[in-house]
Structures are given as C-alpha cells and as structure tokens.
C-alpha cells in the first residue's frame, strides 16, 4: 500500500462537521486505510474572492489505489458533500488535495503530485508537520532537486532568418 497525505479544508456550513464526514468517507474507499489525523486548525481564505476563513485538517491514507483513482474517490467525496466548482479559489464546503502519493512525482494538468504549493500554505504544511514531519521533508528535498532551479535557455532572434543571429539566453 502506498502512503499519502490528503489536505482537507472547508469554508461554508458546519466546517467541522464536513471534515469529520469526509474522514469517514475516505474510510469507506476500497482498498484504502485512513491513518493519523491532524487536529483541525482554522486559518484564513487564500487567494480568491473575499471569503470567510477555512478549517483545515490532513488525512494519512494507505491505498492500493493509483492516484487517479484516488483522485476519483475524493471528487466523488466532495461532490457528495456538496461541493460546486464555480470560482477558483472560491468558497467550498469542502475541498479533499492529494497532498503525496508514496515517492510519485507527475505534473499532468489534472493532477500534479506534490501539491504544488504544499510549501507556500501554512495551512497544509502546519498540519503536515504534526502527523508527518517526514512528507514535508520529503517535499522540501525533491522542490530542491527539481530542474526548475535550473533555468531553461530561451532561443532569442533578432531577425526573421535564425542563422547565426539566433543567441541563447538565461
């Protein structure tokens, strides 16, 4: 079984009682295990429009799932729930983020893992820290590793014929 880590954060209605629903619904996943629990911590809106502040909590899970299938069960959790995309970054009665899956690392435009901004948000990385103090590291060291660091040289033309005046640029 694989070990992830699933961000859980709601805005709208019963916030503790959303969370506490979706735990036990991710405890219902076919070939998944809900292991430790953060403590849910409240913090305030990111990004978005104007909104009340957020519960937030993270889930450990065992799955023998692959993570579009998990990514599928926790859609279909958070469509249970309630949940409406309409807004980025809008109000949500809940919101359930593959945080990790094992050592996985992809970037499709569905689905990108690490979380993206698992470093940049409190809000997940707080909770991480309590339950799993070794999925953040884990996080910070493959974010150090990656090409990114490196920047990519960009072809520059200044004519319309790339011969020799083409130049490549940090």
């Known amino acids: 079984m694989t070990i992830c880590y ?23 996943i076919a070939a998944t295990k809900v292991g430790k629990v953060s403590r849910i911590i409240e913090t305030p809106a990111q990004g978005g429009p104007a909104q009340g502040p957020f519960l937030n909590a993270v889930a450990e899970i065992r799955t023998d799932l692959t993570p579009y299938q998990l990514l599928q069960e926790l859609q279909q959790i958070e469509s249970l729930l309630g ?40 809000f997940v990385a707080v909770p991480l820290r309590e339950i799993a103090p070794q ?21 520059v033309c200044r004519s319309s014929r790339p011969s020799k005046r083409c130049r490549r640029q940090a």
Do not use: Q, W
């Not at 019963?14 to 629903?21: A, N």
């Not at 359930?96 to 689905?111: K, S």
């Not at 999925?135 to 072809?155: C, D, F, G, Y």
């Open 83 to 122: 949940r409406i995309r309409t807004v980025r970054n809008g109000p949500r009665t809940i919101d359930l983020d593959i945080l990790t899956f094992g050592e996985i690392r992809m970037d499709e435009p569905a689905l990108t893992i690490p979380h993206p901004r698992i470093l940049e948000r409190a």
């Open 135 to 155: 999925a953040l590291a884990m996080v910070r060291s493959k974010t150090r590793k990656r090409p990114a660091a490196v920047r990519r040289k960009k072809t």
């Open 6 to 28: 699933i961000g859980i954060g709601s805005n709208l209605g019963d916030r503790k009682k959303r969370i506490e629903t979706a735990i036990r619904r991710m405890k219902m």
